[in-house]
């Protein structure tokens, strides 16, 4: 819609106003609904935030990996993907599986940092081998 | 309508069968509360006075929408029969109430067991020490319950499919089928069935047995007071398999509930979980094959959680906590691109020297 305030500024302020007026005066099994809504407004608000650019960069990876035009039907390519992988289109130790790890490791990290950014630092903090990003 | 109404309008009801079931002529049911953890269960505390004596009980009913793996209430009250004769800390089964005409749904009643079973804060608060301890007295318990045999097995348990030949094979297949079952594509799902399936003759060992399994033993799901045992529960999804199934999924990193260098549970030390296995007459633990099976816990979790979040989504079951869980999907798939390409799947040795980062 044009009217102001978007989406995002109305979620910013429904947010807020949960996280600081009311998640401090609820208890238990309330605080625990309550608290259970702010992360479900976070994680939508990051999403929306950063809808255009993920389908953006989750396209050109597509691209990438099939080394061709893919079009821009996202949950075609990845039913596609994953009908790849199952009849084992991408041989081991190749460098097509090269390419299919890296856009894996990608696109989950994409999202990873949506859902939990502070997991995915962890993660990429720790000891594994997470060379792909 | 929720349970806690049914409950609260079906106590004389719950009464009346108690009256049966006991023969007793005065029964009284009050209900306490409702406990945590119900995401596939309901379960309620209820104080029952039957002629006199008081009991602290718990009601466990399905969830509106239960999870195709999991068991019925009369299957979950044989199985805790079994474990509970074969000395495992598990709630004595009390009764069973399997036509579902009493309060609308099969229900049982168990004994309440003394302590708590949540998860983050138990992590938090044990010492290193104590940590270790438990984590000993969880791997004396399991192979307490992985002394239960096929052949040893008593009628009760009949219902239990009989296991696989090749049983990580067949867990793989389940896997790609309950994938096929989702309406989104998973890819990175698909990619790790694959890898664990081309891992798999390593870690097939010769000696392989098949024993009574939990196979949802993990921190959450036992009952700590002051740092003991008090408790093993939520048995609904127990069946005959691989003891390593059991021992990978304690260890597994989902269930480390954020505390992931305590390798067994989020609690304590890997070797102490082990020997208290050894030690309680489990066999010498291969540890290399628990990591297998710690890989195939992330890759179940993961399903688990996806089908958490359509029970949602379908509209079988409205519930925030379903629809955030199909999130944490994301977290396994991460861990599962990482670790399945680590060698033996763990995690490359720390240089002297090459690291500045202590995390």
């Given amino acids: 819609m044009k009217q102001r305030p978007g989406a995002d500024a109305l979620l910013e302020a429904a947010l807020t106003t949960l996280q600081e007026d009311l998640l401090p005066t609820l208890n238990g ?6 608290a259970m809504i702010a992360r479900a407004i976070s994680v939508a608000k990051q999403d929306l935030e950063g809808a255009a650019e993920s389908r953006r960069s989750e396209l050109q990876s597509f691209a990438r990996l099939y080394g061709r035009d893919v079009g821009d ?9 994953a009908a790849d992988i199952r009849a084992r289109k991408f041989a081991a130790g190749k460098p097509e599986e090269t390419r299919l790890i890296d856009h894996l490791v990608e696109t989950t990290a994409t999202e990873l940092r949506i859902t939990n950014t502070k997991y995915l630092a962890q993660r990429q903090r720790g000891r594994g081998a997470e060379s792909a990003v | 309508m929720g349970l806690s109404v049914m409950l609260a309008n079906n106590i004389a009801a719950i009464e009346a069968f108690l009256r049966r079931a006991t023969g007793a002529k005065e029964v009284a049911v009050k209900l306490v509360g409702r406990l945590g953890g119900g995401a596939i269960q309901e379960n309620w505390a209820v104080d029952l006075a039957i002629d006199g004596k008081t009991i602290a009980a718990i009601l466990r009913a399905d969830a509106p929408s239960g999870i195709d793996e999991s068991w019925g209430k009369a299957q979950e009250f044989a199985l805790l029969k079994v474990v ?15 036509t579902g005409s009493v309060i609308g749904q099969p229900f049982h009643l168990t004994q309440r067991l003394s302590g708590s079973a ?11 020490e104590e940590g270790d301890a438990l984590a000993q007295e969880l791997g004396a318990e399991l192979a307490k319950l992985h002394r239960i045999a096929p052949a040893a097995a008593q009628a009760d348990l009949a219902f239990l499919p009989a296991p696989a030949a090749d049983l990580v094979a067949a867990r793989l297949a389940e896997f790609r089928r309950r994938l096929d079952a989702l309406p989104e594509a998973q890819p990175v799902l698909e990619w790790a069935v694959n890898r664990l399936e081309d891992e798999a003759p390593a870690y097939a ?23 003991g045992l008090t408790g093993v529960l939520d048995f609904e999804f127990a069946g005959w398999s691989d003891p390593y199934e059991d021992l990978g999924w304690f260890c597994a990193r989902c269930w480390r509930f954020g505390m992931y260098s305590a390798e067994a549970g989020g609690i304590g030390r890997r070797d102490a979980f082990y020997a208290g296995y050894e030690a309680a007459g489990g066999a010498p633990v291969d540890d290399g094959k628990v990591r297998f099976w710690e890989q195939m816990a992330a890759l179940r979790w993961a399903i688990m959680s996806l089908e958490q979040a359509e029970r949602h989504l379908s509209g079988r079951e409205r519930s925030m906590e379903l629809a955030l869980t199909g999130l944490v999907s994301l977290e396994m798939e991460y861990d599962l691109l990482i670790d399945l390409r680590l060698p033996g799947f763990k995690p490359v040795p720390k240089k002297r020297n090459e690291e500045g980062d202590a995390a």
């Fill in chain 2, 205 to 227: 060992r010769g000696g392989d047995v098949i024993r009574f399994c939990h196979r949802d033993f993990r921190t959450g799901n036992y009952l700590v007071e002051n740092a």
């Fill in chain 1, 73 to 81: 039907d996202l949950a075609a390519l990845r039913r596609q993907l």
């Fill in chain 1, 29 to 34: 099994r309330q605080k625990f609904q309550a």
């Fill in chain 2, 118 to 128: 949540d998860p983050r804060k138990l992590v938090r608060a044990l010492e290193e």
């Fill in chain 2, 84 to 98: 509970h004769a074969a000395g495992v800390k598990a709630p004595q089964p009390l009764w069973l109430e399997e």
